[in-house]
């Protein structure tokens, strides 16, 4: 999850002591989050990190969200991790509310494994080797002409809020479990 330039500067965002961190458990918790679902494997076995406050020293860093005060800012702006699974994968995770990087990305994963490998820079891109040849194929996510999607014109939002509701309300299972 890394931003180049947007720090959140309202509420209590840079403030360590009541946030208790910066972009790590702000954005870098949902990237993380992606990527043990999509490996389907929650079970560390160890892990390695380190905090940066470089930029953040720094007044009028050209910010999407406007200037922050350097004396205020004292979460990390960026934090770095190493996390080696016991099945003995590894996850490198990033994340940053303001670097010197071009590529950036909230919520995205790539993954590498032997039989081929995934990574949302582009959309949804799958690659691996089949027949001898690589391969690379982009999937199609934006779901025109299904009618779930579509629906009535309600919005995806409320559509997700009402069947929640009328979960609890049936005490039913509702459609999307943590599973």
């Known amino acids: 999850a ?13 403030d360590e002591e009541k946030q208790g961190g910066g972009p790590l458990i702000d954005i870098g ?4 989050d992606l990527t043990l679902w999509m490996m389907d494997n ?10 940066f406050h470089k930029l953040s020293k720094k007044a009028n860093a050209a910010n999407a969200w406007g200037s922050w005060d350097p004396e205020k800012f004292t979460v990390e702006d960026s934090a770095f991790g190493m996390i080696t699974m016991q099945n003995g994968a590894t996850i490198v995770l990033e ?9 950036t990305g909230e919520a995205k ?3 590498c494994g032997t039989e081929g490998g995934a990574d949302m820079w ?6 691996g080797e089949k027949h001898s040849r690589l391969f690379m194929n982009e999937i199609q996510l934006d779901a025109k002409g299904v009618d779930f999607y579509e629906g009535n014109g309600e919005s995806p939002a409320d559509l997700e809020a ?6 609890i309300d049936k ?4 459609v999307v479990t943590p599973e």
């Open 2 to 14: 890394i931003r180049r330039r947007a720090v959140p500067t309202w509420g209590v965002f840079l």
């Open 29 to 32: 918790t949902h990237a993380l």
């Open 42 to 51: 929650y079970k560390p076995k160890a892990v390695l990190g380190t905090a």
């Open 95 to 103: 994340s940053s509310w303001a670097i010197n990087l071009l590529q």
């Open 109 to 111: 994963t790539t993954l």
């Open 122 to 127: 582009d959309g949804l891109r799958i690659n």
């Open 162 to 167: 009402r069947l929640w509701l009328e979960a």
């Open 171 to 174: 005490d039913i299972d509702p």
